[in-house]
Nanobody
Framework: QVQLVESGGGLVQAGGSLRLSCAAS????????MGWFRQAPGKEREFVAA????????NYADSAKGRFTISRDNAKNTVYLQMNSLKPEDTAVYYC?????????????????WGQGTQVTVSS
């Protein structure tokens, strides 16, 4: 059974940084792509970033480019999202997701497994 457990959310001032972690378990993820999504109150869930586990290739939403970095640690079966220069509009619940296959997609419906989410709040 696949489990994704996020951690690292919290309250931070604008301009600050946070690092989110997603611990994955339940199977071998070498043929998976991992994504980070976020959902703010009253808004749809949106893509933030993704990484292909096998080769480390990445993709970012325009809102994340230059500020966020997604990475994975094969030994720890963990995916990270380093978020710098945070803005109040980054406030949301952040979710980790996994999909089978060695390429990333950006629509939530394309992902098979989800974590429970972690709250990120950026104050102005």
């Amino acid at each position: 059974q696949v489990q994704l457990v996020e951690s690292g959310g919290g309250l931070v001032q604008a301009g600050g940084s946070l690092r989110l972690s997603c611990a994955a378990s339940g199977r071998t993820f070498s043929n998976y792509a991992m994504g980070w999504f976020r959902q703010a109150p009253g808004k749809e869930r949106e893509f933030v970033a993704a990484v292909v586990w096998r080769d480390g290739s990445t993709n970012y939403a325009d809102s994340a480019k230059g500020r966020f970095t997604i990475s994975r640690d094969n030994a720890k079966n963990t995916v990270y999202l380093q978020m710098n220069s945070l803005k109040p509009e980054d406030t949301a619940v952040y979710y980790c997701a996994a999909r089978g296959g060695s390429y990333y997609l950006t629509a939530p419906v394309d992902y098979d497994y989800w974590g429970q989410g972690t709250q990120v709040t950026v104050s102005s």
